[in-house]
């Protein structure tokens, strides 16, 4: 069975930084995706930013230059630094692995920014 876990999560003030992590666990395929969702309340969930087994990635617009996603392939953990953080990025965020199998999401982890 594989697992997703999450930590990192937590309050800061607009402007400051969180560095989300991310371990998967159990048996998986060498060539995979993994990758950082967000939900706010009341929307629907959207992606983050994605990188592959490769080193791959791709950020949401919203993101892009302030946020970086990198990987550990050989502990199966992706991270997340967050930077210049704004109160629209206030959201649970999710850790997904897409495989040539099912895909697995994570428990989640909040993030708030807010004076």
């Known amino acids: 069975q594989v697992q997703l876990v999450e930590s990192g999560g937590g309050l800061v003030q607009p402007g400051g930084s969180l560095r989300l992590s991310c371990t998967a666990s159990?048996?998986?395929?060498?060539?995979?995706?993994m990758g950082w969702y967000r939900q706010l309340p009341g929307k629907q969930r959207e992606l983050v930013a994605i990188?592959?087994?490769?080193?791959?990635?791709d950020y949401a617009t919203s993101v892009k230059g302030r946020f970086t996603i990198s990987r550990d392939n050989g502990k199966n953990t992706v991270h997340l630094q967050m930077n210049s953080l704004k109160p629209d990025d206030t959201a649970v965020y999710y850790c997904?692995?897409?495989?040539?199998?099912?895909?697995?999401w994570g428990q989640g982890t909040q993030v708030t920014v807010s004076s």
């Open positions: 159990g048996r998986i395929s060498g060539s995979n995706v």
């Open positions: 990188v592959t087994s490769e080193g791959t990635t």
């Open positions: 997904k692995l897409n495989t040539f199998g099912p895909n697995y």
